[in-house]
């Protein structure tokens, strides 16, 4: 098994950057996945090629003695504990972490019609806290949201912020950056999907809607909300009620329980 003792090792260079800087995990076109339960969960749900090493301290290696024949299909490297602070972007590392490929969807794959049910997504505006991304993501694969659409200016889905908090669930939710998004808003629109604002100034209560159909839900900028050229493209504003001195709630908060009111009525089985 290969061994990698040095700081200043290309590869340890390399994985450094993929923690902290998405320039590198734009041009690569991978990112990193920390822990052993991510690690393993992951492993799972990804083809063997898309899993470009792993690499795991000396002290775990001796500790666990099953765990490289547990990931030995793939390349994996073991490390000094020196090196895995180094790589490593938490403050108490598991001893194990993995460089994968990143995920790749069209706007066409997540907007299509899954088998079965009609498309439930979730569009992002310009989300910008990596936990309230992670959590929505996490969320989605719960309700049986099929898609999201993330707007270029919304945190990056291979953060390690974003990725600790989806629990793996990254693997399994189609998602699609998209560089424009008011044109993804029409593509949305032309397949026949309803868009609906989560909005501070929403006319109708958000449990008043019908889900049932192709449906899909707008979340804002944490502090700003939805942009006026959003909130105009939506086929309706719909707000959550809030009682006490609450001006507004977590964006992550907001999209559960919309994701959660179109999970409910489809569940229900009948129309509003």
């Keep these: 098994m290969e061994t990698i003792t040095s700081v200043n090792n290309k590869i340890v260079r390399h994985l450094a950057l993929l923690e902290t800087k998405a320039r590198e995990r734009k041009k690569s076109r991978s990112f990193i996945i920390e822990g052993e339960r991510i690690v393993r969960d992951s492993l799972k749900e990804l083809p063997p090629g898309d899993v470009l090493g792993i690499y795991v301290t ?82 989605a694969e719960a309700a049986g949201v099929t898609g999201m659409i993330l707007s270029e200016g919304t945190a990056d889905p291979t953060n390690p912020k974003v990725v600790r908090a989806t629990m793996s669930a990254l693997f399994r939710m189609k998602y699609a950056v998209v560089p424009d998004f008011a044109q993804a ?50 086929d309706g504003k719909i707000r959550i009620p809030m009682e006490g001195r609450i001006e507004s709630l977590n964006a ?21």
């Excluded at 006319?203 to 105009?232: K, M």
Aim: proline fraction near 5%; include cysteine; charge should be negative.
């Design 58 to 139: 000396q002290e775990l290696a001796g500790r666990s003695p099953d765990l490289p024949a547990g990931v030995g299909a793939y390349r994996v490297v073991t490390v000094t504990e020196e090196v895995f602070r180094k790589i490593s972007g938490t403050q108490s590392p598991q001893g194990i972490l993995a460089e994968v490929r990143i995920p790749e969807y069209s706007l066409a794959d997540v907007i299509r019609e899954p088998e079965g049910r009609a498309p439930l997504l979730v569009m992002t505006e310009d989300v910008q806290d990596p936990g309230n991304l992670g959590t929505m993501i996490r969320t």
């Design 185 to 234: 808003l029409a593509s949305v629109r032309a397949a026949g999907i309803r868009i609906y604002a989560a909005a501070l100034e929403g006319s109708r209560l958000y449990d008043s809607c019908s889900y049932r159909g192709g449906t899909a839900f707008l979340i804002g900028n944490e502090g700003n909300g939805l942009s006026a050229e959003t909130l105009a493209a939506a």
């Design 252 to 272: 992550a908060m907001s999209a559960g329980i919309l994701m959660y009111e179109a999970a409910r009525q489809r569940r229900a089985g009948k129309e509003l």
